[in-house]
């Protein structure tokens, strides 16, 4: 019973820290260099990481599939399969798991930090609204970001699928790209971004309210980051299959 009074506490919690911020972000938003600042954190910084995690996931769909589909001699749709499988599935999540791991950690860790160290009361002593401060900006940059990212992931892995198929299993380049391109549409790639942004939602909110509630000192803070990113992963992936079912 104590763990599920916890959950639901818990729960309840940063729902109400998720309103707060949507209130703070609508009636006295950030200021843009704060933006700007997470922007760089979540999203710039993270793009060589991503880049190559999604040309070499293109490059591992290829592989995976290729004997089967020459089985039936049809290597030419192996293009759709990787443009489809990227935009809608494999881009956001891996992107969202990959955000949660470097950049949502962070966020709990900076966060439960200055929680520790009194920082956030010191905040509030000089009338800062440390959510204004610390959580909206965050909540808009991964806004931002997490869907540049995923159209980044999916570009890199169209070309690492391309490379791997065309150059290691002689794939017609031609029918590569054309048969990506029938099969297709832009509410496969709209509907992956879609998820982008309620995973960022997630991974941000998560983060924050873990790093935000913790005590204990400096274990306090090693706890709130695991707990954060953990729980973030795992909310990815449940809510992906209802985005997923809702979308698709």
């Given at each position: 019973?104590?763990?599920?009074?916890?959950?639901?506490?818990?729960?309840?919690?940063?729902?109400?820290?998720f309103l707060e911020t949507l209130k703070v972000i609508i009636?006295?938003p950030p200021k843009v260099k704060h933006i700007l600042k997470?922007?760089?954190?979540?999203?710039?910084?993270?793009?060589?990481?991503?880049?190559?995690?999604?040309?070499?996931?293109?490059?591992?769909?290829?592989?995976?599939?290729?004997?089967?589909?020459?089985?039936?001699?049809?290597?030419?749709?192996?293009?759709?399969?990787?443009?489809?499988?990227?935009?809608?599935?494999?881009?956001?999540?891996?992107?969202?798991?990959?955000?949660?791991?470097?950049?949502?950690?962070?966020?709990?860790?900076?966060?439960?930090?200055?929680?520790?160290?009194?920082?956030?009361?010191?905040?509030?002593?000089?009338?800062?609204?440390?959510?204004?401060?610390?959580?909206?900006?965050?909540?808009?940059?991964?806004l931002l970001m997490v869907p540049a990212l995923v159209i980044?992931?999916?570009?890199?892995?169209?070309?690492?699928?391309?490379?791997?198929?065309?150059?290691?299993?002689?794939?017609?380049?031609?029918?590569?790209?054309?048969?990506?391109?029938?099969?297709?549409?832009?509410?496969?790639?709209?509907?992956?971004?879609?998820?982008?942004?309620?995973?960022?939602?997630?991974?941000?909110?998560?983060?924050?309210?873990?790093?935000?509630?913790?005590?204990?000192?400096?274990?306090?803070?090693?706890?709130?980051?695991?707990?954060?990113?953990?729980?973030?992963?795992?909310?990815?992936?449940?809510?992906?299959?209802?985005?997923?079912?809702?979308?698709?």
């Amino acid at each position: 019973m104590e763990k599920i009074k916890n959950f639901v506490e818990h729960t309840g919690a940063a729902f109400l820290l998720f309103l707060e911020t949507l209130k703070v972000i609508i009636l006295s938003p950030p200021k843009v260099k704060h933006i700007l600042k997470y922007m760089e954190e979540i999203g710039v910084t993270a793009a060589p990481l991503i880049a190559i995690t999604g040309f070499f996931t293109g490059g591992v769909l290829v592989v995976e599939t290729y004997p089967t589909f020459h089985k039936f001699n049809a290597e030419f749709l192996i293009g759709a399969l990787v443009s489809l499988s990227l935009s809608r599935e494999l881009s956001p999540v891996l992107v969202a798991l990959l955000v949660t791991a470097r950049s949502g950690s962070a966020m709990a860790a900076n966060i439960g930090t200055m929680k520790i160290t009194e920082q956030i009361d010191a905040l509030k002593v000089m009338a800062v609204n440390p959510v204004r401060y610390l959580i909206a900006p965050r909540l808009i940059a991964s806004l931002l970001m997490v869907p540049a990212l995923v159209i980044l992931s999916y570009t890199f892995g169209l070309l690492g699928g391309y490379f791997v198929g065309v150059n290691l299993y002689g794939i017609n380049p031609y029918l590569f790209v054309e048969k990506m391109k029938d099969f297709t549409e832009l509410y496969d790639i709209l509907g992956g971004l879609y998820k982008s942004m309620g995973f960022a939602t997630i991974i941000t909110i998560v983060s924050c309210y873990f790093g935000y509630v913790t005590k204990g000192g400096a274990e306090g803070v090693g706890r709130s980051t695991t707990t954060a990113v953990v729980v973030s992963s795992v909310l990815v992936l449940i809510v992906d299959y209802f985005l997923t079912a809702i979308i698709y």
